[in-house]
């Protein structure tokens, strides 16, 4: 399987919508109509899953280079907010504040990291077993330094709300 249907089989299966193929990565949303209450939970999970089939497909492939860049990671930005469905050329696309912060904290991000703008790191520590989880970082996005919060380490175990058309 490929890198990107990987990645977007990933965000699937942890309750979000699978959005696009950015060219650069994907982008994908959890909206609490339908992803639930923890949506920013498994946003968050999503995320650090997607690290780790980076570094799967990173290491099965190495062999592949002359050079092993030691600075190679996914960079990942998470926001919540208010966004818009709309179409545009004949595709559904999503927009919205959010759509941009997250991949300017994306952009922010060192390989490796998932930086959550406030918003969503709200919405993520509500969960308290996660609230430990996270350092404070200033990021360098284009309109100047903002504090964004790393989340660190592996995904605890959590029994994570199923969304409410999951139940049936």
Partial sequence: MSLCLGMAKTAMDRNGVFDKFTGDGILAFFPKFYSG???AVWA???AIDCQNLFRAHFDRF???FKRLPADTGLGIGIDSG???ISVMNDDIVIVGEPVVYACRFSSAASYGQTLLNQGAFAAAVRRKALSKKFVSKACQIKEGLFLAHCYRGAFPKLRLSVPAWEET
Avoid: F, G, Y
Wanted: charged residues 15%; aromatic residues 0%; hydrophobic residues 40%.
């Fill in 82 to 84: 208010m966004i818009t």
């Fill in 37 to 39: 209450p923890d949506h």
């Fill in 44 to 46: 968050l999970r999503a």
């Fill in 62 to 64: 190495a062999s592949h």
